[in-house]
């Protein structure tokens, strides 16, 4: 175990960009050691194995406790002031070997002035992204300029202006498409050309073809198409672009904010080089707002552009430092089963009342990050647990923007309303709705609702002319192993919600929170599967209303067939006695509901239609 408080180590100084990418397909392998990530090649890019990174200020770097170094990989973004918990591991410490080459530059007395894994980007070397700030001699850009004034402020290199401007074109028209995809039962699509393509191969069609008419790449490979693809702009003066098209693909009908991810490197290479070495990187985000996202290596910060209705890049945000703040969000929960050190940090990170912020897409849970400023996000292997996020597609770019901080949140919202007969909005229940309804603003818009006289809850797309269209209905929600666990915090005084969280992700459940009740109770309707929690403790009281939020969501979620529970009873059985009444609930499948109330009140008043029991 390295002892971060008390022996600095030389191998915590190397940053995630200093990694070296040797190849951009190679065969599946195992993973290697976190302890030896920043001073070894990376030898996948490739969705195989990716390594833990740290992304965070400089302010209160001392406080890190104790970092366990194992065989686990993964990716850790986070704030300063972000806390690791007192963690140790002797299961893994026998098997660490030294580094072979350790840097002389990196050494403990930088440790103050230099992020935990990397110098910080003020005095790194040369070479490095330190001196961005110090060459950016350019005229002063400005909140409200256009994409085109940035860009022209910001750098002298045409080239990579004529770049960063076609890919903003790209963005654009991504936008566009996934916001009237049709989503089926297996996946979203549109229309490109005269074929009905997945949006994310459409988005990665629509990229190739906008690098390829700048003229001024080189190179560019994708996570669908990994290999170097000639795009016929020059080696010399040109720019290779490696690109996630669409991370978040799978949660595009959940209307979940999804993005595009891309890194530009100099000349003709996508292997040998670092995520230093960029020389921009950027995020598109598509949800209620499309942003662009970029940060330029010659220029401080990194910049939000919102596109306005009029099809036009504005500059509406730039920021350059990360704060501190209690927000985690843990990628691959999974690997809490046999990776003990990483069960440990979540129980840190529960028990000290940190938000959970989880969508499962990274480009809006970074993103996040940027934006509020604050918190952390984590993706860890484990044995059984294997890596999926790529050095090249995902983590270098996103730490390259990580680490030139900036940006404003840009999760799915959504309205609730539930309507009622008559006069009464007290002395009423939830069953006396004659109609419920979400409007939700996410990549896409889209109207669910549900008719008291009428089976199941529909679902309606907001076309471009206006109107909407009835894209799907739902009328059974089935089993399902995802889970979207509201007010956390519960768990340090309601040892019953700590065992069902437990059982959770012990068996393997996916994880889906945004904290936005509308998305999140939305995604089991889309997905006819999952569970929803919002449970009370004794020091974590209720939040959430019975009459505005509770009852209307009741009703969609037992219109499609599934079920409501405040741990007794339908949610729509509850008088609303006064206006601001405020429940615990559950929302999901016929078994979820039997597993939540039996694990927190012995039985349920369900019948169990098969076996469950996270509560024996």
Known sequence: MIEI????????????????????????????FTAYLYSIPILAARAITSYGVVYFSRKKTQKLLHFSIMETAGITCYARGAVLPNVSSQQYSNTLTPPRVVSPFFSSKNLKASSLFGESLSIAPKSSLAKAKNSWTLTKCEIGDSLEEFLTKSTSDKGLITLMISLGEALRTIAFKVRTASCGGTACVNSFGDEQLAVDMLANNLLFEALQYSHVCKYACSEEVPELQDMGGPAEGGFSVAFDPLDGSSIVDTNFTVGTIFGVWPGDKLTGVTGADQVAAAMGIFGPRTTYVLALKDAPGTHEFLLLDEGKWQHVKDTTSIGEGK????????????????????????????????TGGMVPDVNQIIVKEKGIFTNVISPSAKAKLRLLFEVAPLGFLIEKAGGYTNFTVGTIFGVWPGDKLTGVTGADQVAAAMGIFGPRTTYVLALKDAPGTHEFLLLDEGKWQHVKDTTSIGEGKMFSPGNLRATKDNPEYAKLIDYY????????????????VNQIIVKEKGIFTNVISPSAKAKLRLLFEVAPLGFLIEKAGGYSSDGKQSVLDQVVVNLDDRTQVAYGSKNEIIRFEETLYGSSRLKPAQPVGAAF
Do not use: Q, W
């Open 327 to 358: 927000m985690f969000s843990p990628g691959n929960l999974r690997a809490t089963k046999d990776n003990p050190e990483y069960a440990k940090l979540i129980d840190y990170y529960v028990r000290e009342k940190y938000t959970l912020r989880y």
């Open 5 to 32: 408080d008390h022996t600095p180590h030389p191998i915590l100084y190397y940053t995630m960009l200093s990694c070296n990418i040797t190849s951009i397909h190679t065969p599946r392998g195992n993973p290697l």
């Open 505 to 520: 992700v012990r068996e393997k459940y996916t994880l889906r929170y945004t904290g936005g009740m509308v998305p999140d």
